[in-house]
């Protein structure tokens, strides 16, 4: 019976023990942690960061942008971009746009969609100049592709500038001059003047 007491004795000073120096060695484990844990720098999580941000300041650019506007006789423009850069101030470059693609919807039902690989805007005559690979797919079955095109940026008035080759429902077409406006009678009207050639395919076949 004595040996029981003593046991249940040294197990309680035991248990007493153990609960004040678990706690302790805890707190001292959690100290060294702080004490000599790596110091969390932000800096470190995106080392491009500062490269990025500088080149952007130098550089300034939108990727993917997307512009939607109305022409002054009621066509809806919608324009989008890879990438476009902004303008230089106290000149005539108002910007420009890479891998451009263009909708142009008529109130008349009709539409065109132009792509280009650059747009330059030019500040005095609101208007924007296309090179690359110019295209002009209009709704009436036209597909067009040229050199270079000027595009006015407040209405409906797209000029070529330079030779155009095209293909539509009569055939194939070649001429110096592509125009896609609003025409004399006020409806919108896709022109080929200067040198016109028509290859007349019928849809058959010959």
């Known amino acids: 019976m004595m040996a029981l007491t003593r046991a249940d004795n040294l197990h309680s000073r035991l248990v007493f023990w153990l609960k004040i120096a678990l706690p302790l060695v805890a707190l001292a484990l959690l100290a060294t942690l702080f004490l000599f844990g790596r110091p969390i720098r932000p800096e470190d999580a995106i080392p491009y ?6 080149d952007r300041a130098k550089d300034p650019r939108v990727t993917e942008p997307v512009f939607a506007s109305m022409t002054s006789d009621g066509a809806a423009l ?6 476009a850069r902004p303008g230089v101030a106290g000149t005539d470059n108002a910007g420009l746009a890479k891998d451009m693609t263009a909708l142009m919807e008529m109130p008349d039902g009709s539409s065109a969609q132009v792509t280009a690989a650059l747009v330059q805007m030019d500040r005095p005559s609101q208007r924007a100049i296309l090179t690359g690979g110019v295209q002009v797919v209009t709704s009436n079955g036209y597909t067009a592709v040229m050199p ?29 001059t592509l125009h896609l406006g609003v025409g004399a009678s006020g409806g919108y009207e896709l022109k080929f003047t200067g040198g016109v050639t028509l290859v007349y395919l019928p849809k058959g076949g010959l």
Do not use: C, M, Y
């Open 78 to 83: 919608t324009i989008t971009a890879a990438e």
């Open 148 to 176: 270079e095109l000027s595009v006015d940026t407040t209405q409906t008035d797209l000029v070529s500038l330079g030779p155009v080759d095209a293909t539509g429902p009569l055939g194939k077409l070649h001429a110096q």
């Open 49 to 54: 960061a500062s490269t990025d941000i500088t």
